[in-house]
């Protein structure tokens, strides 16, 4: 069992929980690899995904995650909610208790919401990204995308590179690291930064042509221009030319270096269509772990949380 | 009828006054003040064991009316004000519609003398609707009677346009309030820039918006001559900037708040949207400068921008919900509990920074407690013990960032023109 | 609450006896074992798969496929009971139209056996599912038996049977114990 009954940052988890939730994380690969990839462990359970915010990708991760569990899903998305026609998110929060969910995976574009539906609710909530703060389920896959591929996470040295300010993957990775004893490295141009990127955790390099030599894994992120007020740098092409992963750069890394982005990918500028595509290139590998980490996320979660019932 | 205040703490700097006296009134006025009076008929009031200071004023407060009734009014905010100890209120003019007419602020004036249960005095808008485009009728305010101007609430952007503000009010002595925000800087941030917008994912507000703007607006002053109160200063760069334009003799006043006085962003652990602040919470170094230049007498006045907020807007999520705190009721408890029952301040200090501070920076007519003085005074029980709960709060919205505090001391009676607005803590209808 | 030992019902040549019995008894039920393949139940019944097979290939000189299964994701009792260690499965073997043979250290209630038949159904459709057990407990609480058993023992509820077997325990060996005192 975890040791929190939320995961709304990966402040909820101790390392323990982390090598915990790998660890059946890797059970449930092996069901994905089946020909019947069911399972009927969470049968009569209701997840819902909240998701407030556009995204195809983690909802749907989700969702194949809840389903392979047997539990009944159910969506609530940006256009079907009512919280377009002003309804509060405690009203989300009242409405969605009423119909006595389990669990529920929020998206939201704003920070803090996951939390403020935790106070309000007694399912157990998943923040499945809010705002610019958290996305710890995301950072959970990288790792087991990382250990999967290289046999640790203790000692690796992980440069996150890219629009750190804007992204909550790296706001989840930073901690994850370092909860596992692996050094994260944030790397980007200063208008990319958080005020503070020290309070993470993460050593700050500005060139990636610096840090590049001793790193064992490159976590691109996406440039986020939605996000951003003014435009951070002054052209794509000069961004690729200093923070993206191309041909040369991954001949100039270690040769184990592995690259990965948490999607989708804005090919020819943060990463080459040849690096993308190279087999040190993880990106499916990730989406594959997505699935079996959210099914260990959610076993753990609604597993065993009457115990105490009986020995 | 004649009105005895037997054996309290008589307290105010203005006129040397801090001894246990007796105070007497008549016709709403202060008839004589001295040791063992007596009084023909009336009514006496037992003060001892309690601070008699001189009305307290409020120079920021958010009314709401005309245009949120549902969040405050003009009855339910001078309800709240007499509660916290207040004689009167300055009412901010970031209503809906503004306040940038003749005819808004006599509305006003009206429905305070109508259902006012302490004195208000209105501030009009500085620009057409607060837009920062063209001047509003300042003018016509002013012989409205408006006390101060100021596009509180967002503050005007661009230097030329305040710089034509500051100029125009010279000409009908009138004070600008600034709020000092350079929204540029500030773009869209809703906590301190620094660790705390880190850790929690949030957009930030640095620093360096308030003073830029501040630093401009004192520049300002040297160019124009124009009197200038700044609002709500958050940081301690802000204090820097005034205590050298203060040495420097420029007309230059300014209020903090009890909000950034007694919090800083580490309150802010998770998404409490009561804490969510324009200017936000800042470092405890900041808060640390902010308590220094009360102290020191660098800051003028402790104004509550009291900011009143429906429930149903502060439950959004923390960047939709709107900024601010509720503050009437607290703000003399907490002045208390935190400043002066741990002898950081005296009773005249509060006198000074509550009092007499507000009245001469927005340039209203002095209250004393001397013979002579209209009577508008606080009676304050600083042993009283006080839990800060939305049913304690008497104001419509009970939006307070202090909400499950427990403070010392209160205010037991106000006296407005003779007359009781709170009497043994109860406000009076 | 505490439990004390009250018997011990098989030593290490009871269970090697047992264990060869039954190697002999499927090979002979499915007339030979070229289409058997077994699957250990984690963790006991896994090892005890492997010292089957192992005595399968001495006397039949066959090797049959031997795979093992972590049921926890298939129990009925998710809501309060959470194995804290989860197990791969691995099953090297397809399933399909093969003689699976079951195998577990105790039979009780059936249930355990019962989550094992739905997870080797995941695979695919096997021609026939069979039971191999070292103990039989009783107290059953679904229609379930074993083809093989090695021993049978009476037990009362209170009690708990713990097999031990080198791989994991310091020794061979089956045992009862009985509750110590009061009730939970």
Do not use: C, H, Q, W
């Given at each position: 069992m975890l040791s929190c009954k939320h995961i709304l940052t990966m402040d909820d988890l101790s390392a323990a929980d982390i090598v915990q939730i790998l660890d059946t994380a890797d059970s449930f690969s092996e069901v994905n690899e089946r020909r019947i990839k069911k399972l009927p462990t969470l049968r009569g359970r209701t997840v819902v995904n909240l998701f407030l915010e556009p995204s195809t990708r983690t909802r749907t991760s989700f969702e194949i995650a809840a389903k392979r569990l047997s539990a009944d899903g159910l969506n609530f998305t940006a256009s079907s909610s009512a919280t377009v026609k002003g309804e509060s998110l405690r009203d989300t929060a009242r409405t969605l208790s009423a119909m006595s969910c389990d669990l529920v995976v929020v998206r939201h574009k704003y920070a803090g919401a996951p939390q403020m539906l935790a106070e309000s609710m007694d399912a157990c909530i998943v923040n499945g990204g809010d705002g610019m703060h958290q996305h710890p389920t995301q950072a959970l896959l990288d790792l087991f995308t990382m250990r999967s591929r290289l046999?640790?996470?203790?000692g690796l040295t992980v440069g996150i590179v890219g629009d750190i300010y804007h992204s909550r993957v790296a706001g989840s990775l930073v901690p994850a690291l370092k909860k596992v004893g692996a050094r994260p490295i944030v790397i980007g141009p200063p208008t990319l930064m958080p005020a503070r990127p020290d309070v993470l955790g993460a050593d700050v390099v500005y060139s990636l042509d610096e840090a590049l030599p001793e790193l064992d894994v490159a976590y691109m992120l996406r440039v986020q221009f939605e996000r951003a007020?003014?435009?951070?740098?002054?052209s794509n092409r000069e961004y690729a030319r200093f923070y993206g992963m191309n041909g040369a750069r991954l001949a100039a890394a270690k040769p184990e270096m592995i690259v990965m982005h948490p999607g989708p990918m804005n090919r020819g500028v943060e990463i080459s269509a040849e690096v993308a595509d190279s087999p040190r290139s993880l990106v499916l590998d990730q989406v594959n772990a997505g699935v079996a980490v959210r099914m260990a996320v959610m076993y753990l979660l609604l597993g065993g949380a009457e115990s105490g019932v009986a020995a | 009828m004649a009105l005895l205040l037997k054996g309290g703490r008589v307290v105010d700097p203005a006129v040397g006054l801090d001894a246990t006296l007796d105070i007497v009134i008549r016709d709403g006025v202060i008839a004589e003040v001295g040791e063992d009076l007596s009084i023909p008929k009336g009514e006496t009031i037992d003060c001892a064991a309690k601070v008699v200071l001189p009305g307290l004023v409020d120079a920021h407060t958010h009314l709401r009316e005309p245009g949120r009734e549902d969040e405050e009014t003009v009855e339910s905010g001078t309800r709240a004000a007499a509660h916290g100890g207040f004689t009167a209120v300055c009412a901010m003019p970031n209503t809906d519609p503004v306040c940038d007419t003749g005819s808004g602020v006599r509305f006003l004036l009206e429905r305070a003398e109508d259902v006012g249960v302490v004195r208000v005095h209105v501030i009009g808008a500085v620009t057409r609707g607060q837009r920062g485009e063209a001047l509003a009728e300042i003018g016509d305010m002013r012989a409205e009677g408006a006390v101060a101007f100021s596009d509180d609430g967002h503050g005007i952007q661009t230097g030329g346009m305040a710089r034509i503000a500051m100029d125009y009010l010279k000409a009908f002595d009138a004070v600008m309030i600034s709020h000092a925000e350079d929204s540029s800087l500030s773009s869209g941030g809703v906590v301190n820039e620094g660790v705390i917008s880190t850790r929690l994912g949030l957009p930030g507000w640095p620093a360096a918006a308030e003073e830029a703007m501040v630093a401009r607006d004192i520049r300002l002053v040297e160019l124009t001559g124009c009197r200038l109160h700044l609002a709500h200063l958050s940081t301690a760069g802000s204090i820097a900037l005034v205590r050298d334009a203060k040495e420097r003799g420029l007309p230059v006043t300014c209020e903090v708040t009890p909000h950034h006085l007694f919090l800083?962003?580490?309150?802010?652990?998770?998404?409490?949207?009561?804490?969510?602040m324009n200017p936000p919470l800042r470092t405890a170094a900041d808060r640390e400068a902010l308590i220094e230049a009360v102290c020191d007498g660098t800051v003028d006045c402790i104004a509550t921008d009291h900011a009143p907020h429906a429930l149903h807007e502060k439950e959004l999520e923390f960047e939709l919900a709107p900024f601010g705190t509720t503050g009437l009721e607290t703000a003399l408890s907490l002045v208390n509990t935190h400043l002066v029952s741990t002898e950081k301040l005296d009773w005249a200090a509060v006198a000074r920074l509550m009092a007499h501070g507000p009245r001469a920076a927005l340039g209203l007519p002095n209250v004393t407690?001397?013979?002579?003085?209209?009577?508008d005074i606080t009676i304050v029980d600083p042993e009283a013990k006080v839990e800060v709960t939305r049913d304690w709060l008497v104001g419509t919205s009970k939006n307070s960032a202090f909400l499950g505090a427990r403070l010392l001391g209160k205010a037991s009676d106000v006296l407005i023109g003779g007359y009781f607005a709170l009497r043994n803590g109860k406000v009076v209808a | 609450m505490g439990y004390r030992m009250k018997a011990e019902v098989m030593d290490a040549t009871a269970i090697d006896r047992a264990l060869t019995r039954i190697a002999h008894e499927i090979a002979e039920a499915n007339r030979g074992v070229d289409n058997v393949a077994l699957a250990g139940v984690v963790t006991r019944g896994a090892s005890m798969a492997q010292r089957l097979a192992e005595r399968i290939e001495r006397f039949e000189g066959v090797a049959v496929p031997v795979g093992s299964l972590d049921i926890s994701f298939y129990r009925d009792d998710v809501a309060t009971h959470l194995n804290p260690e989860v197990h791969r499965t691995d099953?090297?073997?397809?399933?399909?139209g093969r003689d699976v043979v079951l195998v577990d250290d105790v039979l009780y209630t059936g249930r355990t056996i019962r989550a094992a038949m739905d997870a080797i159904m995941d695979y695919g459709r096997p021609a026939t599912i069979q039971l191999a057990v070292l103990v039989d407990r009783g107290h059953r609480e679904l229609p379930i038996r074993a083809d093989y058993v090695g021993k049978n023992v009476p037990t009362a509820r209170r009690e708990r049977v713990r097999v031990l077997l080198t791989e994991h325990d310091d020794r061979d060996g089956a045992v009862i114990y009985e509750q110590d005192g009061e009730d939970e």
């Open positions: 046999g640790r996470l203790e007020e003014r435009m951070p740098f002054p | 800083d962003e580490e309150a802010l652990s998770g998404y409490d949207t009561n804490l969510k407690l001397a013979a002579g003085s209209v009577a | 099953i090297p073997f397809d399933v399909e």
